[in-house]
C-alpha cells in the first residue's frame, strides 16, 4: 500500500497575517478534508488492482468518513495549534488532526456494535449493512454475526490509517496520541461496565462521560495541537482547563440528547441509552434522588416504557439539572481561555464551545 508523501509543509493560500482565526482554522480543516480523501482514494485504487473484495472493507470506513460529521477534533487539534503559534502551513498537524477523524471513526463504528444502535447519522450503520448483505447473497454463518465482525474490523482498519497519518508526528504529541487511545478504550469499557451493574454513582458517571468522550474529543486534541507548535507551558494549562470542562459538557450534551432528542434530527435512535442500561450522568440524578424514576424504572431499564420516563425526567427536573451542569462547565472552560489566550483566539473557543455544548444533534 501506498500512502501520500507529507512535506514539513505547503505553501499557504492566502496571507495568514490578514486572516480571522476562524478564516485560518477553516483553510487547514479544508486541507483536513484533502487529506482524508486522498488517503481513501489510495487505498481504494490499491485494492482494485490486489482484491476488490477488499473494497468493502476499505468502504466502511469511507462511508463512515463522507458521511459528514462535526469535524469536532480536527476544529479542536487546529484552532489549539494555530493560537499557541503553530505555522499555517504545516502538513504535519493537518495529518495529526485527519488522524483525530479517523480515530473518532473506529470509536463510532466500534460504538454502533457495542449499542446495537441500527442508526449512524440517519443511515444504517455498518454492521446493520454488512448483515443485510450476509442475508441477501444466501451466504453460511449467522448474518448478524458476520455483520458485526466487519464493523469491528472496519474501526481497526480506521486506527491503523489514522497511525500510518502520524508517521511524521513528532515525539511529544505522539505521547498524547498514546494517552488519548488509552483512555477512550478504557472509558468505552467502564461505560459497559458500567451498564452491566447499573447503580446510579453520580462521581463514577461524571468520570466516564469524561474519559469515554469528553478527554478525547476536546481536551487531548488540544494537547496534539499545542504539541505540535511547540507545546507553550503558558497555554498548556489554560488548555487543559477548557479541554476537560468543555469536554464533560459535550458528553452531557450527548446523554440529554439521546434521552430527549429526536431520531429525525440527531440520526441516531432515540433513548439508545435507556434501552443499553447506560448509567450516563442523568440516569444517575434520577434514579438516586428521584423515588418517581425508581420505582418506574426498577432493575428493568430496556423494558421501562420511553414515553413514560421521559416525561417523568421533565417532571423531576432532571433534565434541568444535566442542564445546569452543562452550562457551570461551560463557565469554566471559557474563563480558562479567556485569561489566556488573545482577544481573538479566546473568542473563537468560546463560540466553539458554545457550539459543542448547545448542539442539536
Given at each position: 500500500m501506498t500512502s501520500t508523501d507529507a512535506a514539513t509543509t505547503v505553501a499557504p493560500t492566502a496571507d495568514a497575517s490578514q486572516a480571522t482565526p476562524r478564516e485560518l482554522r477553516d483553510r487547514m480543516l479544508a486541507r483536513v478534508e484533502e487529506r482524508l480523501a486522498a488517503l481513501l482514494a489510495e487505498e481504494r485504487a490499491y485494492w482494485t488492482g490486489q482484491n476488490p473484495d477488499a473494497l468493502e472493507l476499505v468502504d466502511c470506513v469511507g462511508t463512515m468518513v463522507e458521511s459528514g460529521g462535526k469535524r469536532l477534533r480536527p476544529a479542536f487539534c487546529i484552532a489549539a495549534y494555530l493560537a499557541a503559534g503553530g505555522d499555517p502551513a504545516s502538513q504535519v498537524a493537518v495529518d495529526a488532526a485527519a488522524a483525530l477523524e479517523l480515530m473518532h471513526t473506529s470509536a463510532l463504528l466500534h460504538d454502533d456494535v457495542l449499542d446495537e444502535?441500527?442508526?449512524?447519522?440517519?443511515?444504517?450503520?455498518?454492521?446493520?449493512?454488512?448483515?443485510?448483505?450476509?442475508?441477501?447473497?444466501?451466504?453460511?454463518?449467522?448474518?448478524?454475526?458476520?455483520?458485526q465482525s466487519v464493523a469491528m474490523l472496519a474501526g481497526n482498519l480506521a486506527i491503523v490509517y489514522a497511525e500510518r497519518l502520524l508517521a511524521d508526528c513528532p515525539p511529544a504529541a505522539r505521547k498524547v496520541w498514546g494517552e488519548l487511545s488509552t483512555e477512550l478504550m478504557v472509558g468505552q469499557?467502564?461505560?459497559?461496565?458500567?451498564?452491566?451493574?447499573?447503580?446510579?454513582?453520580?462521581?463514577?458517571?461524571?468520570?466516564?462521560?469524561?474519559?469515554?468522550?469528553?478527554?478525547?474529543?476536546?481536551?487531548?486534541?488540544?494537547?496534539?495541537?499545542?504539541?505540535?507548535?511547540?507545546?507553550?507551558?503558558?497555554?498548556?494549562?489554560?488548555?487543559?482547563?477548557?479541554?476537560?470542562?468543555?469536554?464533560?459538557?459535550?458528553?452531557?450534551?450527548?446523554d440529554l440528547l439521546d434521552a430527549f432528542g429526536e431520531t429525525d434530527v440527531t440520526g441516531k435512535p432515540a433513548r439508545l441509552d435507556f434501552k443499553q442500561h447506560k448509567m450516563t450522568l442523568?440516569?444517575?440524578?434520577?434514579?438516586?434522588?428521584?423515588?418517581?424514576?425508581?420505582?418506574?424504572?426498577?432493575?428493568?431499564?430496556p423494558n421501562t416504557d420511553p414515553d413514560a420516563l421521559h416525561a417523568l425526567l421533565l417532571k423531576t427536573g432532571i433534565?434541568?439539572?444535566?442542564?445546569?451542569?452543562?452550562?457551570?462547565?461551560?463557565?469554566?472552560?471559557?474563563?480558562?481561555?479567556?485569561a489566556a489566550l488573545p482577544d481573538a483566539w479566546a473568542t473563537e473557543l468560546h463560540a466553539m464551545a458554545h457550539a459543542a455544548a448547545y448542539r442539536v444533534k
Open positions: 444502535s441500527e442508526l449512524r447519522r440517519n443511515e444504517p450503520t455498518a454492521h446493520v449493512r454488512h448483515a443485510t448483505l450476509h442475508g441477501e447473497r444466501d451466504w453460511h454463518g449467522d448474518p448478524r454475526h458476520y455483520g469499557f467502564l461505560d459497559v461496565r458500567a451498564a452491566a451493574r447499573f447503580q446510579p454513582d453520580i462521581p463514577l458517571a461524571r468520570w466516564i462521560a469524561l474519559f469515554k468522550s469528553g478527554r478525547y474529543t476536546v481536551y487531548r486534541p488540544l494537547s496534539v495541537g499545542a504539541m505540535l507548535a511547540g507545546g507553550s507551558p503558558a497555554l498548556l494549562a489554560p488548555f487543559e482547563e477548557y479541554g476537560l470542562a468543555l469536554g464533560e459538557a459535550f458528553q452531557l450534551r450527548d442523568l440516569m444517575s440524578f434520577a434514579l438516586q434522588d428521584e423515588p418517581e424514576v425508581k420505582a418506574l424504572v426498577g432493575d428493568d431499564l433534565k434541568d439539572r444535566v442542564e445546569a451542569v452543562i452550562e457551570e462547565r461551560l463557565k469554566v472552560a471559557n474563563e480558562a481561555v479567556s
